[in-house]
């Protein structure tokens, strides 16, 4: 049926709706435009026939265009011209109308699933019976998306780091995520990081202009610095130390985002579920927002560095540190560093004490993890900011009684002495592609704890056992020689061997049965009769000091004080779907045939 004999019926704008009889793919349909959902199902006069509606949820629609700025990114072709942010000799992706001007049609740009949980765009075209109606359509559907409770951004400062992972974030940002903000109207300032800690100073002396967000485009190292610089930025300006370990911090008012390019992208992984530059794109596009907790990292009193991931002394800290020998070799470096140091089969003398939850609605062996709307996380937004923050500031007590607290069964803190393989504090699940299901699976993104993994002196075949179980997605924390504790705050320093056999001896003397102190299990038992001693593992060699892998920066001071602040950033992202979830989104959206088009913007769907 030609566009000229589409049936118009009459509008109806009760409740700011609005029905219309228009032609998608060549057949009539009864459209109609809600505050919530745009839908259509297929007109007949057989009431018999079975009739199927199909629904586009605003909140996912990107925008919709009237005429051939519908058909903006159909095609693409590459073009010699250098484009304005386009580095020498780069071939910028130029976008071209593939249609002639079709003046009463107008098209919808929303959001598809994949089965793999990667989003894509896919587009949706309407044929109105005449221009007005057609313009009508499209000014009602932008204004509609609007009202939306999220907050789409309008004005972005993107940093690239061009030496991030295998080095292609520049051609992930030009040929995946720019086309996509231009679609959306998102205006960006495009920044290339030219040396490291560049993005961090950056945004510490930036002069201060309207914008929404920042976004990183490489992986969880470039998103730390901007992190870090951010809310050393957002501390000053309201004249808060940053090195006082007591202060209760201020949340910065913009929202970060992160388009995946590193080596193992924690951050992408983990807010998103998949690690996917077009899944990451669309999701700062709609203006999605998870509550992040940070931990802030103090050495004697100085703060050393704010994390957002992961904390890892001993195996992982030497592992990062030797892999700077190896950056010629690329991203497999960490697996040369990795296996050098596991053949040395190391242990470290330590004391951990850490400041255990008491939260009754979630623990470390949940079987449930952090998804979409988790009630944890929910349950700790904003106003639990500031409370969590007290909490954690009176139980350190004051700077002269610091120590005296982590002894003081009055305050709950506890603590574990004795030889470590590894001391790993994880902030996140930490889901990346060599680690399925993370160094902590149910670590929550925002309910104001730090999982502190602790694993303890082994042989190498037990080792070994722990690290196959942890990439292989398998339980790696099921072993008598791992201890996991979710904490509020923690503190580690080192011991020599001689000070820890002093140590057991001196509690085995005057601490019997106290509840605070846990003995190392291969060295003595709680409640025996026998003096806990200090055994040698002849598998095993001790070294006294070892470095800290914060956030994948190498921190050389091994006395850290750990504290957790909940929420304290905002980051553009959904959460991880469950698959029942992505499942379910994948038949509510509209698959029906040959009426939609799917949009390849550089990668498979």
């Known amino acids: 049926m030609a566009e000229a004999e589409v049936t118009k019926c009459e509008e109806k704008r009760c409740s700011g709706s609005i029905e219309e009889r228009l032609q998608i793919n060549g057949k009539i349909h009864e459209v109609t435009l809600t505050e919530e959902s745009l839908s259509w199902k297929l007109f007949q006069n057989n009431p018999s026939q079975r009739i199927v509606n199909h629904h586009l949820k605003l909140s996912e629609v990107i925008t919709a265009e009237f005429g051939t700025k519908g058909h903006v990114i159909d095609k693409q072709e590459e073009s010699n011209e250098k484009g304005p942010e386009g580095p020498e000799g780069y071939q910028r992706i130029q976008k071209t109308n593939s249609l002639k001007e079709e003046s009463t049609s107008f098209t919808v740009f929303a959001v598809k699933r994949s089965r793999r949980r990667k989003w894509r765009v896919q587009k949706i075209k309407f044929h109105c019976p005449d221009v007005q109606s057609c313009k009508q359509w499209v000014a009602s559907i932008k204004q509609t998306i609007a009202k939306q409770e999220t907050q789409r951004p309008k004005r972005l400062i993107v940093f ?89 911090l201020i949340p910065p008012n913009l929202r970060v985002g992160v388009i995946p390019a590193g080596s193992t992208d924690v951050i992408a992984y983990n807010t998103t579920g998949v690690n996917d530059p077009v899944t990451s794109a669309l999701q700062i596009i709609l203006g999605y927002s998870l509550g992040l907790d940070v931990c802030s990292v103090h050495n004697n009193n100085e703060l050393v560095r704010y994390t957002v991931s992961f904390l890892g002394y001993g195996f992982f800290g030497d592992m990062l540190k030797d892999s700077e020998n190896y950056r010629w070799i690329g991203p497999h470096r960490y697996e040369v560093a990795g296996a050098k140091k596991y053949l040395r089969n190391q242990s470290y003398c330590g004391e951990v004490s850490f400041l255990p939850s008491t939260d009754e609605d979630h623990n470390p062996w949940d079987k449930a993890t952090c998804r979409v709307g988790c009630g944890v996380c ?132 005057y601490h019997k049965g106290q509840e605070n102190v846990t003995f190392d299990p291969v060295q003595g038992q709680k409640g025996s009769s026998l003096k806990p001693v200090v055994r040698v593992n002849r598998q095993t060699s001790m070294t006294s000091i070892s470095s800290w892998n914060i956030d994948g920066e190498i921190g050389d001071a091994p006395d850290v004080d750990v504290r957790v602040h909940c929420q304290l950033v905002k980051v553009f992202a959904r959460g991880r779907e469950s698959a029942a979830e992505n499942e379910d989104r994948i038949k509510g959206c509209c698959s029906f045939g040959n009426t939609q088009e799917d949009i390849e913007v550089g990668s498979e769907a």
């Open 160 to 248: 690239i780091n061009p030496v991030g992972g295998k080095g292609q974030a520049k051609e992930i940002y030009y040929n995946k995520v720019a086309q996509l903000f231009e679609l959306a109207g998102i205006q960006t300032e495009i920044t290339v990081t030219e040396t490291s800690g560049y993005a961090k100073d950056y945004v510490i002396g930036w002069q201060v202009e309207k914008v929404d967000g920042i976004v990183c485009v490489g992986g969880d190292g470039t998103f730390a610095e901007v992190v870090n610089g951010l809310l050393i930025r957002t501390q000053k300006s309201e004249a808060i130390d940053v090195n006082d370990v007591h202060a209760t």
């Open 378 to 509: 929910l349950r700790r937004q904003d106003s639990q900011l500031s409370l969590q923050g007290q909490q954690v500031q009176n139980s350190y007590g004051s700077p002269s009684t610091q120590m005296q607290s982590i002894t003081d069964p009055s305050t709950g803190w506890k603590t574990v002495r004795g030889e470590f393989i590894c001391v790993n504090a994880a902030l996140v699940a930490g889901m990346c592609g060599k680690t399925p299901h993370g160094v902590s699976p149910t670590a929550h993104l925002g309910n104001g704890c730090v999982d502190l993994v602790l694993v303890k002196k082994c042989s190498r075949i037990n080792y070994l056992r722990h690290m196959l179980r942890l990439a292989s997605g398998a339980n790696h924390l099921d072993f008598n020689f791992v201890e996991v504790h979710r904490v509020k705050a923690f503190k580690f320093r080192p011991l020599r061997p001689e000070d820890l056999q002093k140590k057991h001896e001196h509690e085995a003397s």
